[in-house]
């Protein structure tokens, strides 16, 4: 079936450091979403990507459709301490069915 | 305003019972989504509801798992005979339309435990 293979599995960084995490799948996508889970909490969304190429901004975080369509990474710039959680990505090629990866665990030092 | 719910937040209970998990989605959402999601992992898509009908329950493992809507709303994800690798968050989520995939509203999850 189809797999998300995202990295790194956990990233340990000063507050104010800028942050990078990347998604790859064997499988194209048609779109890509980035989540972000607090401990005890459900998946909140953070972006989505819609095409291929596509730079998307929220704030401090910036994602990018790969233009393969198999891939897509988050940036965070500037980190602060309640950016600590677990940022998932997550691929949908149609139907109702959306695939996530395993997750990185961010921790954020003050 | 109100979001998806999730009852009882933490279940344990012994390997062979049946168990019932609840989910009362965000009023007048009409897709709901069930997930399981394992430790150390992302969720994993179980079952998919339009309305009352299951329009995709590819996802559930096995006939011991089972998912109702029967109004349209509250959704019930049972459990027969339960396992030890059972063991897991169950999560659901409700989106406004069909395939808002990307508009899905998760709840907190029930923990669920079995001994």
């Known amino acids: 079936g189809q797999q998300l293979n995202q990295s790194p599995q956990s990233m340990f960084i000063q507050e104010g450091e800028d942050v990078s995490m990347n998604c790859t799948s064997s499988?194209?996508?048609?779109?890509w979403l980035w989540y972000k889970q607090d401990p005890g909490e459900g998946p909140v969304l953070l972006i989505a990507l819609y095409k291929a190429g596509e730079l998307t901004s929220n704030g401090r975080l910036t994602a990018q459709f790969g233009i393969t369509r198999k891939d897509s990474f988050l940036n965070i710039s500037a980190s602060i301490p309640s950016d600590v959680g677990i940022y998932f990505c997550a691929g949908y090629t149609g139907g109702f069915k959306t695939i996530f990866g395993a997750g990185t665990r961010l921790f954020v030092k003050a | 305003g109100a979001g998806v719910s999730q009852t009882p937040s933490n279940k344990v209970t012994e390997k062979g019972k049946y168990v019932e998990l609840r989910c009362d989605p965000i009023s007048g959402h009409t897709a709901l989504y069930w997930y399981r999601q394992s430790l150390g992992q992302g969720p994993e898509f179980l079952i998919y509801?339009?309305?009352?009908?299951?329009?995709?329950d590819s996802g559930l493992p096995n006939d011991r798992f089972f998912a109702v809507r029967p109004e349209g709303s509250v959704s019930t994800l049972k459990i027969q005979r339960t396992e030890r690798g059972d063991s897991a968050v169950y999560l659901c989520a409700s989106s406004f339309g069909a395939g808002s995939v990307e508009t899905q509203y998760f709840g907190p999850g029930t923990r669920l435990l079995v001994l």
């Open positions: 509801f339009q309305g009352t009908g299951a329009a995709d």
């Open positions: 499988s194209i996508f048609n779109t």
